[in-house]
């Protein structure tokens, strides 16, 4: 199955508005879709999008998912490992990269600061 995502060039994107909490996240973290979609009941797609951490937010426990993920963070720190309070865990700044296949734990996530992560979410191609 092709990768649905429009050819776009260069464009300004508007930082104040078009952000929303992702499903299962805290109010303090909220992404922006740049590109894409992903369905993760049907296992395909690919999507692109920022993720920002307001300062002090953090997540509880870790993720797992079925698609691959990209991760760099931009801006700010993150730290990954904490406990269900935010306590502990190994500290990160921009500009950190991470590649997760599908079926890795991942997080707990804080951040102390705020930051901003850019992220690739896709499923594998089916091999014919």
């Known amino acids: ?45 690919f999507r692109t999008r920022l993720l920002r951490f307001e300062p002090g937010e953090y997540t509880t426990a870790p993720f797992v998912h079925e698609h691959w993920e990209e991760v760099f963070l931009v801006s700010g720190d993150l730290i990954v490992g904490n406990d269900e309070h935010g306590r502990g865990g190994e500290s990160f700044t ?11 734990f991942h997080g707990p ?19 014919s």
């Not at 921009?94 to 890795?104: E, K, L």
């Open 1 to 45: 199955m092709p990768i649905d995502k429009p050819h776009q060039e260069f464009t300004r994107l508007d930082m104040s508005q078009g952000w929303e909490v992702p499903p299962g996240y805290p109010p303090g973290i909220q992404q922006k879709i740049l590109s894409g979609s992903i369905d993760e009941a049907g296992k395909q797609g």
């Open 94 to 104: 921009g500009y950190t990269y991470a590649c997760r296949p599908p079926g890795a």
């Open 109 to 127: 996530f804080k951040s102390e600061r705020g930051c901003l992560l850019l992220e690739l979410h896709y499923y594998e191609e089916p091999r």
